[in-house]
């Protein structure tokens, strides 16, 4: 259905205009929009804010819950990864990321997205968005003492024809670590507080040295996704990065840089699931430690094949050979 044939405000019908959804149903004052299609399901978890701002807890176990809209005038959109990745395809053929803790600003007319896509098939993260016109005039109305000013920003993403990216800090962190676990008893009025806030560090940022979404091209992206489908599945692979980037034609700086733009972590540091590397003291069944271009890890002997604990250790790097030893 279209958003259009849902009960909901004009904050939902502006910001969302276009947009199909398999469900919409209330939830905790809020709408909960579910979708599906043959890649995977998301949710959206939508509250109004205030007039004009439009608040949205993105949740997606898919490759891709691309829609092709047109974007509607006068909005800014605030993007602010948690956990995946965003994977945007823009006019022109170049891709760019947000990884995980990055927040991103854009606006919708300038950054012409042609597709979309999470490349490590799940996401999780806060949308915010805001229609400038409403929401200053709510602004000026209601938080006098706030010299926040929507359409310089907005006027910003005009001027450089880009998004502003702003890498994971504290004062991110501080806004939204707080708006993942808010309690539903207090969340909207806390929900006003961290935007208001927001939108007082967005004001200071975008008079900053700013840095604009790292670009690369498909065949650059189509390799870095091939070289962390190589290594899941030959986690014993001897290969360098050198030799990982000559066996997929694809630049070794360009690969180190892709690689951590889309999977969060340096290339020597993936483990074999490509999940997070995680060392926890005291965990004897998998321990891996990670260097630029090393990556040392721990393996269980099946008792089968060994008496007592035994364990194989194997180092892989450009200078030394792996070797196996018990202990």
């Known amino acids: ?52 701002v439009l608040l949205v807890y993105n949740q997606f176990e898919m490759a891709s819950g691309f829609q092709n809209v047109e974007p509607v005038s006068g909005f ?23 990884g995980e803790g990055d927040l991103a600003v854009s606006d919708p007319e300038v950054l012409i997205i042609v597709d979309s896509r999470f490349p490590t098939h799940r996401y999780e993260g ?13 602004l000026k109305e209601h938080v006098t003492w706030a010299d926040i000013d929507l359409h310089t920003i907005k006027e910003n993403m005009q001027s450089c024809k880009d998004a502003l990216l702003l890498r994971t800090n504290s004062s991110i962190g501080h806004i939204f670590d707080e708006l993942y676990r ?21 004001s200071l940022a975008v008079e900053e040295k700013r840095e604009a979404l790292p670009r690369f091209s498909p065949s650059v992206a189509d390799a870095v996704m091939q070289v962390h489908e190589y290594l899941s599945d030959n986690p014993l692979s001897h ?42 003291a005291g965990n004897d069944f998998e321990r891996e430690f990670a260097y630029d271009t090393h990556v040392i890890f721990w393996q269980d002997i099946p008792d089968e094949q060994a008496s007592g604990k035994a364990w194989v250790y194997s180092l892989v790097s450009q200078t030394a050979d792996s070797f196996y030893g018990k202990f």
């Open 1 to 52: 259905m279209q958003i259009s044939e849902v009960q909901v405000s004009e904050n939902y019908q502006r910001a969302l205009q276009g947009y199909r959804v398999q469900k919409a149903e209330p939830c905790s004052g809020g709408m909960l929009l579910s979708s599906e299609n043959e890649t995977g399901t998301g949710s959206m978890r939508c509250y109004d804010v205030f007039p004009g």
């Open 76 to 98: 800014l959109h605030i993007n602010h990864c948690r956990r995946g990745c965003y994977e945007l395809q823009l006019k022109g053929g170049s891709r760019c990321y947000i």
């Open 126 to 138: 806060i949308s915010v968005m805001i229609e400038v016109d409403p929401a200053s005039q709510w």
């Open 182 to 202: 808010v309690e539903e008893r207090v969340r909207h009025p806390y929900m006003i507080v961290k935007i208001i806030e927001l939108l007082l560090f967005l």
């Open 239 to 280: 290969l360098t990065i050198s030799e990982l980037a000559a066996k997929f034609h694809v630049a070794e700086t360009s690969l180190r840089c892709c690689f951590k733009a889309i999977y969060g972590q340096t290339l020597g540091s993936i483990n074999i699931d490509g999940s997070h590397l995680n060392i926890e």
